[in-house]
């Protein structure tokens, strides 16, 4: 006897191709547009390249299962970057919990070090170091609105992804730019 | 120069990572479900296993030893009730483990808040563990010490008794310890996300 798949199999099947195949693309879309935006994230959040790498690894797994849920309501690169820093946060607070009191907000951040070095040539290589300094040292919040604020988002996409009010994003993007341009203007007033 | 300008133009090597390197990975997650229903499902057949030989066992068996026939029904009955627990833990931790899978598709809503409601939900898990793990055997546990004080004629019959007494308090014991620990550090991640954005809301 041979027994041939219902219709309504099938039909499941192929919708639930359908759904996996989407999901597939959406991934490779996402992949490929904020590919080196998330390198740059997962560089903020883990400073080890090994387990940056993990790190790495794990936010494009993360991103491609929750796409199965992805329902357009927000823009592909929001979901994302929710994903991506939730994936970060999540890593950050598995294997630095021991120097979670060492974090700061981005109001009681103590002020950095001036480390400027005497080579002109080594600029830009010291500003992205101390600007690495400051990111480190700030808690999951703040650290996502200035990693967000840096890859050019805008105040409401930033609040999309992190969940705060306009006003709070608000208050905290002022006192980045106050933070980055009291950094940068020394540094190029040097 | 600014601090956009610095950070955009970093130079990163961009690590190549493939779709099936991705599905691959996603297969491995929530692998410690899977254990938890392993260990369950090969409980559950090693119980069957034991069930099947003394309660199905040939009788001769039991007559080589010179159990008692008292005895005998009550090892059945205890490794009978003993499988039915194994059976039911197991179906519990499938269920509650496909609840927790579904959920988390679900919670992509606000970074911290989704991570903070998965750490609930697994910290409720493993504290409410004990509720619904615990009453299963014990049934089998009152069973095999009862019968034991009931028709056990052998000598040193209370020292048994307590040995085999104190031995199932601390397999309880040692489940809910074990439980609790999992909760607790699950609580205290939990309190450290709270010190961590209390500053945002």
Known sequence: MIFLPSKPDLAATSATEAVETARDERYLEAAALYGVQLVRMARAYEADPSRRQDLLQDVHVAIWRSLLTFDGRCSLRTWVFRVAHYTATKHMLANRRVRLHEMHTLDDLPDIEDERSAS?????????QRLLTLIERLKPLDRQVILMYLEDFSAEAIGEVVGLSPSNIATKIHRVKKLLATMFHERNGQ | MNGNTV?????????????????????RLNSDI?????????????????????????????????????????????????????????????????LQLAAEHEQVMQSLQAYRTALERRRDHYASAWRW?????????????????????????????????????????????????????FQREIDALKTLDQNGN
């Open chain 1, 120 to 128: 002109a040539s080594a600029v830009e290589a010291d500003s992205l």
């Open chain 2, 133 to 185: 793990s615990f009453w299963p055997v014990l049934p089998g546990m009152i069973i095999i010490l009862g019968g034991d004080l009931l028709f056990d004629e052998r000598p040193h019959k209370w020292l048994r008794l307590s040995l085999a007494a104190l031995v199932c308090a601390l397999a309880l014991l040692v489940g809910g310890w074990v439980s609790f620990r999992k909760s607790a550090g």
């Open chain 2, 7 to 27: 950070w955009q133009s970093q130079t990163l090597e961009v690590p190549r990572i493939s779709l099936q390197y991705v599905r691959r990975q996603a297969e």
């Open chain 2, 34 to 98: 899977r254990r938890e229903l392993r260990f369950g499902i090969f409980g559950t057949v090693l119980s069957a296993l034991g069930c099947g030989f003394l309660v199905l066992g040939p009788a001769p068996g039991w007559s080589i030893v010179g159990v008692p026939a008292p005895i005998v029904l009550v090892v059945q009955l205890t490794a009978l009730l003993s499988f039915l627990a194994c059976g039911y833990l197991t179906i519990q931790i499938q269920r509650r483990g496909k």
